[in-house]
């Protein structure tokens, strides 16, 4: 059976940094594509960031450029988002996402049909 769980999420002050950590059990992960979603109450889903299988293109919203990042260890399995430099507005829960793929063709990454599998979401607070 396959499955992602995410961890790190937590209540920040704004400025201030977290790590989520996608663990990605049952995968070969070389051959996936991951991306973070986020979803804050009353909005829709809206991609994050996403980093593609082989190749390791990454491309990131918008909104966090600059102040988030994501990598991938294959060896570990999981894929990482730090994200800095924090704004009350980063207040969503977060979600990874997989599909086995070379990637979407951007800006598909950030189309939340174009993955099969989701984790359950980590709660990020961003607040003073």
């Known amino acids: 059976q396959v499955q992602l769980v995410e961890s790190g999420g937590g209540l920040v002050q704004p400025g201030g940094s977290l790590r989520l950590s996608c663990a990605a059990f049952g995968f070969t992960l070389e051959y996936v594509t991951i991306a973070w979603f986020r979803q804050a109450p009353g909005k829709e889903r809206e991609g994050v960031s996403c980093i593609y299988s082989t190749e390791g293109s990454t491309f990131y919203a918008d909104s966090v450029k600059g102040r988030f990042t994501i990598s991938r260890d294959n060896a570990k399995s999981t894929v990482t988002l730090q994200m800095n430099s924090l704004k009350p507005e980063d207040t969503a829960v977060y979600y990874c996402?997989?599909?086995?793929?070379?990637?979407?063709?951007?800006?598909?990454?950030?189309?939340?049909?174009?993955?099969?599998?989701w984790g359950q979401g980590t709660q990020v607070t961003v607040s003073s």
């Open positions: 996402a997989a599909v086995y793929s070379l990637g979407p063709v951007d800006p598909n990454w950030s189309w939340p049909h174009e993955y099969k599998y």
